[in-house]
């Protein structure tokens, strides 16, 4: 199953992500989200990714899926919660906030100025859905980057995907 177009789908789970162990995301959509399965290039979508603490990952959430439900952000967002089978850093948990088209360096952009104005200054990277669903995971899949504190896309030289 494509997790990008689930998220568009999906009744979104109830609670935070820190005490949720039922389900392995909870989901936030924006208003007006286009039906992604008229969606003619459903592999264009990408994502930024925020790692968070768990300790601070219910405000972090928070934060995200306010905007994501306001319009702020890009169509979608998921966190994973104490329930998701997360394979990296056991004390954190992902933040994902898609973007319709990671060719529209643009809008990455946008959603990335967004981000910053939320007050995410951690840094972040950004990966193509198509990516996730090869199954490639770690730091060299992403195909951009944003340095702490800044509103800088760096394309990454490297990219396997």
């Known amino acids: 199953m ?17 005490t949720v162990t039922d389900s392995p995301w909870l989901w936030a959509t924006a208003p007006d989200t286009p039906d992604p399965d008229a969606d003619a290039h459903p592999t264009a979508y990408g994502k930024w990714l925020w790692f968070l603490p768990i ?16 319009g702020q952000l890009g169509p979608g967002a998921k966190v994973a919660t104490l329930g998701n089978s997360f394979d ?5 948990r992902p933040v994902i906030i898609y973007t319709v088209n990671h060719h529209d360096e643009d809008d990455v952009r946008r959603v990335l100025v967004a981000l910053r104005a939320l007050g995410i200054n ?3 990277a950004y990966k193509t859905d198509e990516a996730t669903r090869r199954g490639e995971y770690g730091d060299l899949t992403s195909i ?3 340095p702490a504190g800044t509103t800088k896309v760096i394309r990454r030289s490297r990219n396997p995907g």
């Open 122 to 124: 951690d840094s972040l």
């Open 2 to 18: 494509n997790d990008t177009r689930a998220a568009y789908t999906r009744t979104p789970a109830l609670g935070v992500p820190s």
């Open 88 to 92: 990296g850093d056991p004390t954190r």
């Open 55 to 70: 300790r601070a990952l219910d405000a972090g959430w928070r934060t995200i899926k306010t905007a994501v439900e306001a």
């Open 144 to 146: 951009y980057t944003s």
